[in-house]
């Protein structure tokens, strides 16, 4: 049985991005982009809301990572292997391998989808994981908690939901990036 897993570059504030829709700040180094290589790794499917869908198609670009550090390159190879379910009722048509369109969330689909997978499945997207996280479904939180506060923007967490949480693992990076792994208890 596979675990859905919500991971995110945060700020210490709590947003993914920040009022004007940017996340320039929250860029992983090498080393916080290695772990999350190996993080990711362990993932069968991912299942993205259309943004986060678009902004992640790149990785299937060669051109992009022309010059690139391996580690960048490596996580395209990985992002490449891995199946996609989008989630829009918009998105005609998608760009990327590997990849089919939802038209609406279906929670009792995703519970089947963890019974059936035997890889992980991760969660991109703070509106598409709220529906996750309502629902109940996800396992497992992967915060990499940046040292920058935004003051405003679109927050990890949804904000109308209570969830007790148990601390399973921390990794602290020299960047200042502190890597926090909960699990959502019953």
Known sequence: MAKLLSSGIVSLD?????????????????????????????????????????VMSVWENDDILEGEPAVMRDYATIWRATDK???????????????????EFDPAAIARLKQTE???????????????IRAGLVDEFHL???????GGGTPFFPP????????????RFVGGVVHLHYRALP
């Open 118 to 132: 035997e890889r992980d499945i991760s969660i991109g997207g703070p509106h598409l994981a709220a529906q996750a």
């Open 160 to 171: 109308d939901i209570r969830i007790n949480l148990t601390l399973i693992g921390e990794n």
């Open 85 to 103: 379910i989008v989630y829009s009722s918009t998105l005609q048509s998608v760009s990327t391998g590997r990849t089919r369109i939802e038209r």
């Open 14 to 54: 709590g947003y993914t991005a920040d009022r004007d829709g940017m996340f320039d700040w929250s860029a992983p180094d090498e080393e916080v982009h290695r772990f999350v290589n190996d993080l990711e790794r362990r993932t069968g499917t991912a299942l993205y809301g259309r943004r986060v869908y678009e």
């Open 144 to 150: 990499f908690v940046t040292p920058v506060l935004v």
